[in-house]
């Protein structure tokens, strides 16, 4: 197992931090028959409306005529995709990608480390210390384990099962274009942290960091969804590779300048998922990725061109595995009164339902495990049916 | 109002707040600070660090070993060679021990002004790991002559460090000699001025503030004679030479002293044979008592001297108020120190008491030791160190215990703030963020440590992120985190 994750770190080709390694060992006669899972988790609250605007909806173009991607490309019922991302929209008409508007957690509030933490164990209120992924792979049919791309462990793989493993491109985490942004703005009055900030990055290295990182080079963000999404299918691909993987992939909190910004994470994301699927090669056809947020985004345009915090977002269902080529769920409409708080997309499906129907009908978890040990008393969220 | 007392009263007073510290301060904010004045307040459990008599006894025997010859009882070169080594090692070793104790101590410490005030006194008798000589001493210096006297009186502790091994060794005065004794006559050795400079310049009166280059050398004289017991110390003194030509009683009264230095080996001696003969005038005041009791007399009146109390009371408002604190402030610190006679318990409640302390914005830059242990006491000594503190503190240019000159570390803003210092700052917090608890959010974490010290924009800033980790960072560089 060594060896193999050592050899897809040199298939990544980048330099590489291997936290732990998940064992080997594995009966034959695996249940999952080649079968994978990969959940991408994008932090900050991705635009669900903005990726999949539903242009025949009579009060969308009220609500955020500027936001709207004009040159959006069709799909059905009304949904078009953002022009950003041909490959998926090429996915939709070949019938491996699906979408789920107006998705949501349960959770309501509209904190980003709250939301993330309870996507990511589970759990309805009160952030629990494990993960519901590593909660699975403790009542797995068999011994799967799990792979997480990014920095460091993230909640949904913590806890007792061991079988997981961490993998990032960088070796030493450096902050963000954005992370460098924000704090430029937070010292905009201090008389020594400023000056010496900027001139550590250089006024113009700063300004080059985040034109970079938008345009998917640079530090963190965008510029690493490509490696990160690819080093995930070469761990896949593995002849005795794990059967999941977790991506992070930050960076879409876009309160301002939102038409720039998703421009260059939906053109990298897109360009991650058409990588991914050439490293998986043959895998591909029995894989299903599941790309969520923490919650979606106001409906309205805020004043600075971009989206607040808001509520139902969407998920992102791609791979040969997807039974793809349709909108799953309802959409609950944008008249005022039809939005949640009157702000937000009311949350039609439970982010719960597309994780359970994934793990019960893609790598075979008992539905009884999954409504009471992987979910807690999550039996009134119930397993979506056919999503694969 | 109390809230953000109790935040200024654990963060600029404090070493920054453990959880639920602010709070503990709030109800009372100057008299929580009051109540961790008492004599042991500022001790540091020793555990299996070495004493500077363990040290230098060690050192001693490595290299006081007398070579093999003649056939004489001795060991041969390449053994005395090994054990110095070895020595060497475990001292270094022991170093890295003082380190990581003192951090976990500043960490854990619920008399955290009690572990401010010692850092600054700690900072202001300088003594620095320089050389393999004073590697060793550097803690057991703090523990044995800065801890147990910081709210004693200020001439209790200077004489504590000035007769302290381990400043005897680093100021070099260990070494010094009585310029017309036989001893420098013989060795061709002699006087060594640099602690005296020091006592004067840098830990009582300050510079310019009216002693002359002849007040430095009578008071390095008056020093002559205190140095560290110890064969080596027999040598140099004569006691176990060869070619020494004694006879009678004089020969017993060396055996005996040499048997002294022998059986006292590690700890500071006066010798006499060492000291300069006769009476010392310093800033116009004769000395005239034996020569065992002239260093000290002169520390009484140092102590005593108003430049001293200027000095230090313009350290400590600089230190508690900001790098260009007031007139009034060091003025009250001053007159408290003279009306009470350099009571240094006295001195930590008028510095408590100072109003231009309690500003509401944090003026004071932290050091990156300052910096750390304010975060190992918010986050926890994992998340600030991740297991490596050694390479933490090189990267953040502050080794503890590493001053680079018996000035000490520098307590300014300009001198930390730097714009590689504040890169290094954030790969600091970045990598923090990673590793800390997800147990609660980045607010609640700078609600923790900060309180109502948080301004509104770092509040927005740090709610507003768009991960915990982008939080936490956001947190831990803020203006307000990155000053007390």
């Known amino acids: 197992m060594i060896q193999l994750n050592r050899r897809s770190l040199l298939l ?32 900050g609250a991705m635009d669900g409306v903005a990726a999949l605007p539903k242009l025949d909806d009579p009060d969308i173009r009220a609500h955020r005529a500027a936001l709207i991607d004009v040159k959006a490309t069709p799909l059905s019922n009304g949904f078009a995709l953002h022009s950003a991302m041909p490959t998926l929209a090429a996915m939709y008409a070949s019938k491996e990608a699906a979408f789920v508007p107006a998705l949501a957690g349960p959770y309501r509030e509209r904190s980003h480390f709250e939301a993330q933490d309870l996507l990511e164990c589970g759990e309805v209120a009160k952030v629990s210390a494990d993960g519901w992924l590593n909660r699975a792979l403790q009542r797995a049919p068999a011994a799967y384990s799990a792979v997480s791309i990014g920095p460091s462990q993230p909640l949904i793989l913590r806890g007792a099962s061991p079988n997981t493993s961490s993998w990032s491109p960088a070796v030493l985490p450096e902050a963000s274009g954005d992370t460098l942004a924000r704090l430029l703005d937070l010292y905009e009055n201090d008389p020594v942290l400023k000056p010496a900030l900027s001139s550590a990055l250089g006024a113009d290295s700063v300004a080059g960091a985040i034109k970079m990182d938008s345009m998917g080079g640079g530090r963190g963000g965008p510029a690493q969804y490509v490696a990160q999404l690819q080093a995930a299918g070469n761990f896949l691909a593995q002849p005795d590779g794990p059967e999941i993987a977790v991506v992070s992939l930050e960076g879409w909190d876009t309160h301002t300048q939102q038409n720039q910004m998703l421009q260059q994470r939906f053109t990298a994301l897109d360009n991650g998922i058409r990588a991914l699927k050439a490293s998986l090669g043959e895998t591909w056809k029995k894989t299903a990725l599941v790309a969520v947020s923490e919650f979606g985004r106001t409906v309205r345009v805020n004043g600075g061109g971009g989206t607040d ?80 | 109002m109390a809230r953000l007392q109790g935040a200024i009263a654990a963060t600029r007073f404090g070493m920054g707040a453990r959880p639920g510290e602010i709070a503990d301060a709030a109800s009372d904010p100057r008299g929580w600070l009051k109540a961790q004045i008492a004599p042991n307040a500022a001790m540091m459990p020793a555990g299996d660090l070495l004493s500077a008599k363990e040290v230098l006894e060690a050192r001693q025997e490595a290299y006081g070993m007398a070579p093999a010859a003649k056939g004489q009882d001795g060991v041969s070169a390449e053994a005395r060679q090994g054990s110095q080594k070895q020595v060497q090692r475990e001292i270094r070793d022991g170093l890295q021990e003082e380190i990581e104790a003192r ?93 005296a400079r020091e006592i004067l310049e840098l830990h009582t ?26 064969p080596q110390t027999a040598r140099l003194v004569g006691l176990r030479g060869q070619n020494q030509r004694t006879k009678g009683g004089q020969q017993r009264a060396r055996q005996q002293a040499a048997e002294r230095l022998t059986r006292d080996s590690g700890e500071t001696v006066f010798l006499e044979p060492l000291h300069e003969p006769g009476p010392r005038k310093v800033l116009s005041k004769t000395y005239s ?70 500003g509401e914005t944090p003026l004071k830059f932290k050091t990156p030791e300052e910096l750390l242990v304010s975060a190992a006491r918010a986050a926890g000594a994992q998340a600030t160190f991740g297991g490596a503190p050694r390479a933490v503190y090189t990267s953040l240019a502050q080794q503890p215990f590493g001053a ?44 923790r440590a900060l309180g109502e010290i948080a301004s509104e924009k770092t509040r927005q800033a740090v709610a507003r992120a768009e991960s915990a980790e982008q939080g936490f960072t956001l947190a831990l560089m803020s203006p307000e985190f990155q000053r007390r």
């Open chain 1, 12 to 43: 990544a080709g980048c330099a590489a931090t291997l936290v732990s390694i998940a064992p080997g060992a594995r009966a034959n006669t695996n249940p999952a028959q080649g079968r994978k899972l990969i959940v991408v988790i994008l932090r």
């Open chain 1, 309 to 388: 915090h808001g509520t139902g977002g969407l998920a992102i269902l791609a791979g040969g595995a997807i039974k793809g080529g349709r909108m799953i769920g309802d959409w609950p409409g944008l008249k005022p009164a039809a939005l949640f708080e009157n702000r937000d997309l009311m949350p039609a499906v439970d982010a719960r339902q597309v994780f359970k129907g994934l793990l019960r009908d893609q790598l075979g978890w008992a539905q009884n495990d999954l409504d009471t040990s992987v979910f807690h008393d999550s039996a009134n969220a119930k397993a979506l049916t056919g999503l694969v």
């Open chain 2, 103 to 195: 951090g976990r101590h500043a960490a854990a410490t619920p008399n955290a002004f009690a572990e401010r005030w010692h850092r600054f006194w700690a900072n202001h008798f300088t003594v620095a790991a320089r050389n393999a000589q004073v590697v060793g001493l550097v803690g057991p210096f703090e523990r044995e002559a800065i801890r147990p006297n910081v709210f004693s009186s200020f001439s209790k502790l200077l004489g504590a460090a000035t007769f302290h091994p381990g400043m005897l060794v680093y100021l070099d005065a260990a070494r010094s000699i009585g310029p017309s004794t036989q001893v420098a006559e013989r060795r061709d050795a002699g006087l060594n001025e640099n602690l």
């Open chain 2, 205 to 230: 009166m300050g510079v310019g503030s009216g002693y002359t280059q002849a007040d430095i050398v009578e008071f390095a004289k008056a020093l002559t004679g205190w140095t560290v017991a110890g």
């Open chain 2, 289 to 358: 008592g034996p020569g065992a009791d002239q260093a000290a007399a002169i520390l009484d009146d140092l102590a005593a001297n108003r430049a001293t109390a200027q000095h230090v009371a313009t350290k400590l408002a600089r230190h508690f108020v900001s790098d260009t604190p007031p007139a009034s402030a060091i003025a009250k610190l001053e007159a408290a120190y003279m009306k009470s006679g350099g009571d240094l318990s006295v001195l930590a409640r008028a510095v408590i008491d100072l109003d231009e302390a309690w």
């Open chain 2, 404 to 447: 680079p000159s018996p000035a000490g570390w520098p307590d300014d803003t300009a001198s930390w703030a730097g714009s590689d210092a504040i890169k290094k700052r954030l790969e600091w917090a970045n990598s923090v963020s990673r590793r800390m608890a997800r147990g609660e959010t980045p607010t609640q974490f700078l609600d």
